[in-house]
């Protein structure tokens, strides 16, 4: 790792990291209500494909882990992305209910498997010891800046596509506008991954960091390291935060009562939040210890479902309503660019980052099987404003555990 790679390295892999989530998603974040709409779901319904895409990545990332370890990540990002995009055919004949949960089983095969580990054992060789809040922060900034500009272009389609206004057109009008999106969104996976497979070689540098077999022995000795257990803590209250902004364009929806374009341009905002808030910390994180500012960043997110959760937010409220939704997303998008980006805080060795991120991942990323039908049943159960504020308590426990182990975290490892 004695070479850097070069920026258009970064910049390849900041483009597959968000490209590979746009279908499962990007998409239902930015245009909830439609989602809904076209698929015909209730909240509870579409939580239950978050839940099997969440059941599907828990195993892939313990078995996708050690592969990152042994081959070179372009080859596996560009594989999963090409798989990934393959799964938008189907998506866009708006399937059956039961076709539809199977295909997000699908995706959380194909974005997790031989995808998740390669993206962030490369993000770290990128950042070498003395940037790895510079290269987690660009890296989730840019992917953010991706996901918004995702978001930009679907919104233009899909408006571009209805032929009337959207609350008089018909069913099928929205059907085929919002197809166009999903066909234009698997199109440009696909060729991301090309770029990926052809482009972002660092061949220099593959071999030092790739492993021949990973012994049960390794294994055991991460397990040993109390920075990857909180770590399992910290992304765990940190991803529930990030699932829960979801709902923010649907708030806008219910709550606020925007129609479907301006709640989709909600949640089009949040994905310029997230670059903004990943970059501006990327340029100056480094010079402060990064998990003293992970800690922040939950007090942050805590603040803002008390905000919501205080149920003072209404149609009345719009500066309000605005300022709370900047501050969720400074927290939350604060806390997901930085949790792996205190792995070398906490003395976890580099060779072994894809086998760690799998079994970190394991309890981590659980949220994506309980939080999308968790909040999904307490907004069909609390209808209106109720159910929004109990979503919205929800973050705020959440985020305050996440404080809490992160504040740990940071007194244990703050001695270099």
Known sequence: MKEKAPWYYLVLLILAGEAVFVLPFVLPRIFRPTVLDVFELDNVSIGFCFSVYGLSALVSYVLGGPLADKYPPRKLMAIALWMTAAGGLVYATFPSYEVLKVLYGYWGFTTIFLFWAPM????????????????????????????????????FIFSLFMAEEVDSSTLLERQEAFRYVIYCSSALISIIALFVWIYMKKEGNENEILLDRISVQQIKSVLKLPSVWLLMIIILCAYVGYKITDILSQYANEVMLYD?????????????????????????????????????????????????????????????????????????????????????????PIVLTGTVVGLISLIGYTPDIFAGPAYGYLLDTYEGVLGHQYVFLMLAGFSLVGGIASLIYYRKYRIK
Not at 128 to 149: E, K, N
């Open 120 to 155: 962030i054992k490369a993000t770290r060789v990128w950042g070498g010891t003395a940037s790895q809040g510079r290269a987690f922060g660009l890296l989730d900034g840019g992917r953010g800046l991706t996901g918004f500009l995702f978001g930009l272009l679907g919104v």
């Open 260 to 348: 479907q374009v301006k709640s989709a341009q909600v949640g089009a905002f949040l994905q310029f939040l997230r670059p903004t808030t990943g970059i501006m910390l990327g340029l100056v994180v480094d010079r402060f210890r990064i998990s003293k500012v992970l800690t922040f960043s939950f007090a942050t997110c805590v603040i803002g479902g008390i905000l919501f959760a205080s149920g003072i937010i209404t149609p009345s409220t719009t500066t309000l309503f605005f300022l709370s939704v900047i501050i969720i997303a400074l927290g939350v998008y604060a806390a997901r660019a930085l949790y792996f980006a205190v792995m070398q805080e906490g003395q976890i």
